[in-house]
């Protein structure tokens, strides 16, 4: 019998929610100790963390604690050929992706030399900001198929199932499946969302619906208003089109945008138009 969405992604949820109980749990304990030596050990401790909310219990019980709590378990036959190894794939690929993240500051300098740590970070960044679009549009096709909650999952074709398929429900579980759901991809497009250049979005946007008009006719005074902000320019710059912006509103918009156009005109303005207003 399948496992139903809001199970899987609570089963998630709980894993998370005990890493951060005992993390909390040990800086309580390690609160006297001096600062530098505990950001010395962090990424080690994170990393033992992680090994006893993923490792252990399956090293131990064959199930995650979250499972037990939810009385799922990893299907043990995927297209007949027994697959425990990819559990253990699974819980230490999730330690080691966290531990590399932490200390790659310091391992990157020991294991390469100086031409290749730089190439080798953006390679590494481009990976996280690629496992996130991934894990972004796995959720979709999971909210569709309810199989594989997160890429990880996808990709060691690791299912869940329930262990006693025939134990009635004991609740209606329909309001909190939707706030599990809702949750975890409003998480996913609070990472999606940043990426999106809004100066050029807004440019492209503003020329997409802007009317043209036959017979413009503009006037502009020197102390009008600032054209991207509509308040008093501070260190004004005008423009070819005699337009008035603040300093900051303009350079912000030139760095943002390669082709910006003058929000009230439509002038293309380059990097070399804005100049200081003199007095």
Same mark, same amino acid.
């Given at each position: 019998?399948?496992?139903?969405?809001?199970?899987?992604?609570?089963?998630?949820?709980?894993?998370?929610?005990?890493?951060?109980?005992?993390?909390?749990?040990?800086?309580?304990?390690?609160?006297?100790?001096?600062?530098?030596?505990?950001?010395?050990?962090?990424?080690?401790?994170?990393?033992?963390?992680?090994?006893?909310?993923?490792?252990?219990?399956?090293?131990?019980?064959?199930?995650?604690?979250?499972?037990?709590?939810?009385?799922?378990?990893?299907?043990?036959?995927?297209?007949?050929?027994?697959?425990?190894?990819?559990?253990?794939?699974?819980?230490?690929?999730?330690?080691?992706?966290?531990?590399?993240?932490?200390?790659?500051?310091?391992?990157?300098?020991?294991?390469?030399?100086?031409?290749?740590?730089?190439?080798?970070?953006? $390679?590494?960044?481009? +990976?996280?900001?690629?496992?996130?679009?991934?894990?972004? &549009?796995?959720? %979709?096709?999971? @909210? =569709?198929?309810?199989?594989?909650?997160?890429?990880?999952?996808?990709?060691?074709?690791?299912?869940?199932?329930?262990?006693?398929?025939?134990?009635?429900?004991?609740?209606?579980?329909?309001?909190?499946?939707?706030?599990?759901?809702?949750?975890?991809?409003?998480?996913?497009?609070? $990472?999606?969302?940043? +990426?999106?250049?809004?100066?050029?979005?807004?440019?492209? &946007?503003?020329? %997409?619906?802007? @009317? =043209?008009?036959?017979?413009?006719?503009?006037?502009?005074?020197?102390?009008?208003?600032?054209?991207?902000?509509?308040?008093?320019?501070?260190?004004?710059?005008?423009?070819?089109?005699?337009?008035?912006?603040?300093?900051?509103?303009?350079?912000?918009?030139?760095?943002?945008?390669?082709?910006?156009?003058?929000?009230?005109?439509?002038?293309?303005?380059?990097?070399?138009?804005?100049?200081?207003?003199?007095?």
């Amino acid at each position: 019998m399948a496992v139903s969405r809001e199970s899987q992604i609570d089963a998630i949820e709980l894993d998370s929610e005990c890493y951060q109980l005992f993390q909390s749990q040990i800086n309580q304990s390690l609160t006297h100790l001096p600062i530098n030596i505990l950001k010395k050990i962090e990424p080690e401790i994170s990393a033992l963390l992680n090994l006893a909310v993923y490792v252990v219990p399956l090293y131990t019980s064959s199930s995650l604690v979250s499972h037990e709590l939810l009385g799922i378990q990893f299907s043990k036959k995927t297209n007949g050929s027994y697959i425990p190894k990819k559990w253990y794939i699974y819980s230490f690929t999730l330690v080691g992706i966290n531990w590399i993240s932490n200390r790659w500051n310091t391992i990157s300098g020991t294991i390469l030399n100086e031409n290749t740590v730089q190439p080798a970070s953006q $390679f590494l960044n481009w +990976l996280h900001i690629s496992a996130k679009i991934l894990n972004l &549009l796995n959720s %979709l096709v999971f @909210l =569709k198929q309810g199989v594989y909650p997160t890429i990880l999952h996808r990709v060691l074709q690791l299912k869940t199932e329930l262990v006693n398929p025939n134990e009635p429900k004991s609740a209606d579980l329909s309001t909190l499946t939707r706030e599990l759901l809702w949750h975890s991809f409003s998480e996913m497009l609070m $990472f999606a969302l940043p +990426l999106v250049n809004v100066h050029r979005a807004k440019s492209w &946007l503003t020329r %997409l619906i802007k @009317l =043209k008009d036959d017979n413009p006719s503009i006037t502009v005074r020197r102390n009008t208003l600032c054209a991207v902000c509509n308040e008093t320019p501070i260190i004004p710059q005008e423009t070819q089109c005699q337009h008035v912006f603040c300093y900051y509103c303009l350079k912000a918009n030139l760095e943002a945008v390669s082709e910006y156009t003058c929000p009230l005109c439509s002038f293309l303005i380059v990097a070399d138009d804005g100049r200081k207003e003199e007095d």
